[in-house]
């Protein structure tokens, strides 16, 4: 295995280990999307004995994204659903988690993988430095 890899995880099984602390909370944080579809055709009335009957023909209708919050020692977790998976829109959920859902924090400990907008630069681009609760950076 790669020595960075083996440090990272195993500063993440570190974080498993701790006691839960208000304080400083562990928040897992990760994204998914989910495809909308709308039916082209009526679904068959159901039976007896059984359920309706959706036909295997769809009509794409958009796609959704969402943010999955988990604080696994404080059994919390929480979805954001985005229209997209942007810097903008991680920014916001990290404001989301410290103005409304951790608003008592010292520091909220996340956990992320390696996407490209997971990291301090999406946060700059959106707040001004400093300052957590700033409006959007001009």
Request: charged share 25%; glycine share 2%; with cysteine.
């Amino acid at each position: 295995m790669h020595a960075g890899f083996v440090a990272q995880m195993e500063e993440i099984l570190d974080l498993y280990q701790e006691p839960p602390d208000p304080a400083r909370p562990v928040v897992w944080v990760d994204e998914s999307h989910k495809e909308q579809r709308k039916e082209v055709r009526e679904p068959q009335p159901m039976q007896v004995g059984q359920a309706y009957r959706y036909d295997h023909e769809y009509e794409h209708n958009g796609r959704s994204n969402l943010f999955m919050m988990f604080a696994p020692h404080m059994n919390w977790r929480h979805v954001k659903v985005t229209e997209q998976r942007t810097a903008l829109d991680f920014a916001e959920c990290m404001r989301d988690l410290v103005d409304l859902h951790f608003p008592e924090a010292e520091m909220i400990r996340l956990v992320v993988d390696n996407l490209n907008t997971h990291n301090k630069a999406s946060l700059y681009l959106h707040f001004a430095p400093g300052k957590h609760t700033a409006s959007p950076a001009s």
